[in-house]
């Protein structure tokens, strides 16, 4: 059985986490706890895109019994298939003065995000799964996956805490893996700025808002209590649970 990788670099109060984990491996290898870091990030402002779930580019398709709580919105793009089966619990915005707008905060939302520093930033790359991270601001400068065990975020009793995760590439989760909150953190305050495109396997859960440069795809049963966004891509869902937070 390989075994992970850890390497730490401190260098002006920046810490680097390498994780890397075979899929086959034991989850419980992978069980670092990120150091706190005492750099508070700032909440996001989120305009017009605040009550949608799902906002997307080019288009939108559901397969099956797929459910959202929340507005949906698309801008440019004019195709939303799948509703009905699919159940919206909330209100369609296809290119109306919101669906304009929340493309606009969208962008600005996700330049913020992207463009966020601080002098103990957490570099991680490879697999996330078996990590527990703390509030502050993570970095990779590829892609991410959790792949190999689940990925906890721990607020330390600080409900308010906000947690950053830039994303050079894309983002994925395999089968059943799971984004699990704990010390009071919230689905709400998590935000992925995702360079590519995001990939949700079969029946995983997923907390946070997902703000992806090109598309999102929900494979059957996969879960989100957050907002998906994909600014120039599609949206796709097959039998999913979507709730907005």
Do not use: H
């Amino acid at each position: 059985m390989k075994k992970n990788k850890v390497v730490t670099i401190l260098a002006l109060a920046t810490i680097v986490i390498f994780a890397s984990c075979n899929k086959d491996e034991d989850p419980d290898l992978n069980s670092q706890i990120i150091p706190v870091q005492t750099v508070v990030q700032p909440n996001v402002t989120l305009g017009a895109t605040a009550n949608l779930a799902i906002l997307a580019g080019e288009a939108v398709t559901n397969t099956g019994g797929t459910v959202i709580t929340g507005d949906l919105g698309l801008n440019p793009g004019t195709s939303v298939g799948g509703f009905p089966p699919g159940i919206l619990n909330g209100t369609l915005q296809i290119n109306t003065e919101t669906a304009i707008q929340a493309k606009l905060d969208l962008t600005a939302a996700y330049n913020d995000v992207a463009a966020r520093t601080s002098t103990d930033i957490v570099t991680l790359s490879g697999n996330m799964g078996g990590l527990t991270l703390t509030p502050g601001l993570y970095k990779s400068t590829s892609s991410l996956a959790i792949s190999s065990g689940d990925l906890t975020f721990d607020a330390k009793g600080d409900e308010n805490a906000t947690f950053f995760i830039q994303i050079a590439s894309s983002l994925t989760t395999t089968s059943g893996r799971q984004v699990i909150l704990k010390g009071g953190a919230s689905a709400a305050n998590i935000f992925w700025q995702v360079g590519s495109s995001v990939t949700f396997g079969t029946t995983s859960v997923f907390k946070g808002t997902v703000m992806a440069m090109e598309s999102i795809t929900f494979n059957t049963g996969a879960t989100l209590d957050g907002r998906a966004f994909a600014q120039s891509g599609t949206i796709v869902m097959e039998a999913n649970t979507i709730v907005k937070q």
